[in-house]
C-alpha cells in the first residue's frame, strides 16, 4: 500500500503558482519523497525527489515540514501543459525499499 | 534527465500468442529495472524487479510464468507475456533506476483480441 496521502483533485489557474499537498506521517529515516506525474497515457516523469532539506528544480520547488511527515509540490507558473496527474511517494535506497508503490495521486488540473 | 525506451510502443495480438516488449536505457546503465501494469483509471501497479543478470522478483499475484522477465544487460530488459488472454490488456510500462533516481518509459498499450 502507499504510504502517503495527496487530495483527489485540485485547480489551479493558468500562472499561478499550484501547490500539492502530500501526508507520509510513517515515513521512515531513511526514506525519501519523490513526485512524479503522469500525463494521459504516457510513462511517469520524474519531477523532484529530497530528503529532509527543501529542493528546486527547474521543474518544481519540493518543501519538506521539518518532522518530515508531510510535503509540498510547487509549480510556480503552472501551465496549461502541467494537467497530469501528480503523484506523492516514499521509498527507501535501494532494494527493494527503493520500489516505487503509486497512490491515486491528486489530478491537477490547470485552467485558463 | 535519463531517458528510457519501450518498444513497441503498441501492439495487437491475438488471444493465445505471445508477446515481448523491450525497455533500454538509453544514456544510463541501470542496476535494477522494474515493470508495472496500467488498467485503465487506475494507478500504476508494480509487477516486478529485475536485477542484471538474475532473477527476477515477482509481486504477490503475479504469474512469472505468465510474464517472463530477462534482464540481460545494464542497458536492457524485457517482458514477455505469453498465451496472452483479453484481460492481459492493459498498459505496461517499465522504468530503471540509477541511484536513488528511478525512470520511465514511455509505456507499452497492449490489446489481446
Known amino acids: 500500500d502507499a504510504k502517503t496521502t495527496q487530495p483527489p483533485s485540485m485547480d489551479c489557474a493558468e500562472g499561478r503558482a499550484a501547490n500539492l499537498p502530500c501526508n507520509h506521517s510513517?515515513?521512515?529515516?531513511?526514506?525519501?519523497v519523490y513526485w512524479y506525474r503522469q500525463i494521459h497515457s504516457q510513462g511517469p516523469q520524474y519531477i523532484i525527489h529530497?530528503?529532509?532539506n527543501n529542493e528546486t528544480n527547474e521543474m518544481a520547488s519540493l518543501i519538506i515540514t521539518e518532522d518530515r511527515k508531510s510535503s509540498t509540490l510547487i509549480l510556480p507558473h503552472a501551465t496549461l501543459r502541467d494537467t497530469a496527474v501528480y503523484y506523492c511517494i516514499v521509498a527507501g535506497w535501494g532494494g527493494s525499499q527503493g520500489n516505487l508503490i503509486f497512490g491515486k495521486g491528486t489530478k491537477l488540473s490547470v485552467k485558463p | 534527465g535519463a531517458v528510457v525506451s519501450q518498444h513497441p510502443s503498441w501492439v495487437i495480438c491475438k488471444s493465445g500468442t505471445s508477446v515481448k516488449i523491450e525497455c533500454r536505457s538509453l544514456d544510463f546503465q541501470a542496476t535494477t529495472m522494474f515493470w508495472y501494469r496500467q488498467f485503465p483509471k487506475q494507478s500504476l501497479m508494480l509487477m516486478a524487479t529485475s536485477n542484471e543478470g538474475s532473477k527476477a522478483t515477482y509481486e504477490q499475484g503475479v504469474e512469472k510464468d505468465k510474464f517472463l522477465i530477462n534482464h540481460a544487460s545494464l542497458t536492457l530488459s524485457t517482458l514477455t507475456v505469453t498465451s496472452a488472454h483479453p484481460e492481459d490488456s492493459s498498459f505496461y510500462i517499465c522504468?530503471?533506476?540509477?541511484?536513488?533516481?528511478?525512470?520511465f518509459g514511455p509505456g507499452t498499450r497492449l490489446t489481446v483480441t
Open positions: 510513517t515515513i521512515s529515516g531513511n526514506e525519501y
Open positions: 529530497g530528503l529532509k
Open positions: 522504468s530503471a533506476r540509477v541511484g536513488p533516481e528511478q525512470y
